[in-house]
Nanobody
């Protein structure tokens, strides 16, 4: 199990950048695939981006591809989401999640951090 705590959310204007951080605890962090999800008001939670346990592979939702960058630092036990060219439709609560290397679902979640993008 890993415990996850997100930070870095806030209120920004369209076109601005923001970096979210996810601090993880647990000595097996490097055995987890990590991801960011988001949930906007009235909508279902959706996948944003993921990074493999080794950091060698990343995946992005089409809506953020080319604007967001996910990365991880296994030595610091941190995951980041660099968000550039933000749009009002990026407004949501962003969640950090972890999935065991050979697991099939994301079973560890943070409490979320609010990102609001004004037009």
């Amino acid at each position: 199990q890993v415990q996850l705590v997100e930070s870095g959310g806030g209120l920004v204007q369209a076109g601005d950048s923001l970096r979210l951080s996810c601090a993880a605890s647990g000595r097996t962090f490097s055995n987890y695939h990590m991801a960011w999800f988001r949930q906007a008001p009235g909508k279902e939670r959706e996948f944003v981006a993921s990074v493999a346990w080794s950091g060698g592979s990343t995946t992005y939702a089409d809506s953020v591809k080319g604007r967001f960058i996910i990365s991880r630092d296994n030595a610091k036990i941190m995951v980041y989401l660099q968000m550039n060219s933000l749009k009002p439709e990026d407004t949501a609560v962003y969640y950090c999640a972890a999935r065991e290397r050979f697991g099939i679902r994301y079973g560890n979640w943070g409490q979320g951090t609010q990102v609001t993008v004004s037009s």
